[in-house]
């Protein structure tokens, strides 16, 4: 059996919060397996991050940053936005950025295997430790990293990093491609374009559009024989709000986003788009504040 040192010790309180004399167990139980009594601690609800893992964590901050020919975006999640503002909690999330855009691992659970750098501890560790330092649940939640042979990355963060867009544009590079690009990350966070172009728009999406507006012309009273040239014109709407290069441009409204790439250079070919929007699809707990102080006072 592995002797547990104090060093240990310090080193598994550091990573899951939990007390000393918990920690000693943990590693006598795991004949010193750090790794192993993190996990022991979390089984017997002992580890502080255990214990926040079930709390919502919808706040937080989204960052995206280009190098060179690369991109990446990426959203970590807290419970209150108060966090997002933390210096520790920053600091985490550049670091996490960085090393995204230097190791390219393919997701998630690849990165959080990966070493977090100046600490003899991976990045799920790391994440773990924070949570028990600054007491609240957090998550890294997803990324995209983009690359470009010959081409121009751009991005743009709003609100603070509530919003953040990352764009790939093969093709075209300079000046004037930088800021074209970076135009365009803009409209795609003002916009939220579900698609680049028609043809990327799967057939399920396009078939419940045309079914709706199919049904939709008929109750009104339309004649059969016109639906089909009707819906095939609402059609041509439903691209230009769901298709990113059939939007008017909110840079230039007189041209679409696809045109005024085109008139950049006709090569160009927008290959990626990504927009996080912080906390979206997470459901956060609502709750009844004057309800919970009348049964406090009732209690």
């Given amino acids: 059996m592995s002797q547990v040192t104090a060093a240990d010790v310090k080193k598994l309180r550091e990573m899951s919060g939990a007390g000393m004399m918990d920690c000693k167990k ?10 192993a009594a993190v996990d022991f601690l979390r089984k017997k609800g002992l580890s502080a991050a255990s214990k926040k893992a079930g709390r919502v964590a919808a706040e937080g901050i989204v960052v995206a ?7 990446v975006v990426l959203e970590v999640n807290s419970e209150t936005d ?9 600091d985490f999330v550049n670091l996490v950025a960085d090393i995204i855009m230097r190791e390219k691992p393919v997701d998630v ?9 100046g600490t003899d501890l991976n990045i799920e560790q790391a994440l773990s430790q924070l949570i028990a330092t600054i007491g609240e649940n957090m998550d890294i939640r997803r990324f995209n990293l983009v690359e470009v042979n010959e081409g121009t990355i751009g ?14 544009v093969e093709g075209v590079s ?27 728009v799967d057939e399920d999406s396009a078939a419940r559009e045309k079914a709706v507006l199919s049904e939709r012309a008929i109750a009104s009273g339309k004649p059969e024989a016109i639906v089909d040239k009707i819906v095939a014109g609402q059609m041509n709407k439903y691209y ?8 008017d441009f909110v840079m230039d409204t007189e041209s679409t986003v696809g045109k005024a790439l085109a008139k950049l250079a006709k090569d160009a070919i927008l290959t990626h788009m990504s927009r996080f929007q912080l906390g979206e699809g997470i459901e956060k707990e ?3 504040f004057a309800a919970e102080v009348a049964a406090q006072v009732a209690g």
């Fill in 26 to 35: 943990a590693l006598a139980e795991t004949q010193g397996n750090l790794e």
């Fill in 240 to 247: 230009s709000d769901v298709c990113l290069l059939e939007q």
């Fill in 286 to 288: 609502e709750s009844d």
């Fill in 174 to 200: 300079g000046d004037d491609a930088d800021q074209l690009v970076r135009g365009i990350a803009m409209h795609i966070a003002a916009s939220n374009p579900l698609f680049i172009s028609i043809a990327d």
């Fill in 65 to 71: 940053r280009t190098a060179g020919s690369m991109g």
């Fill in 82 to 90: 108060f966090v997002s503002k933390n210096e520790k909690f920053t």
């Fill in 109 to 117: 659970t690849a990165l959080k295997a990966l070493p977090c750098d």
């Fill in 155 to 168: 991005t743009y963060i709003h609100g603070a990093g509530k919003i953040g867009v990352l764009v790939a």
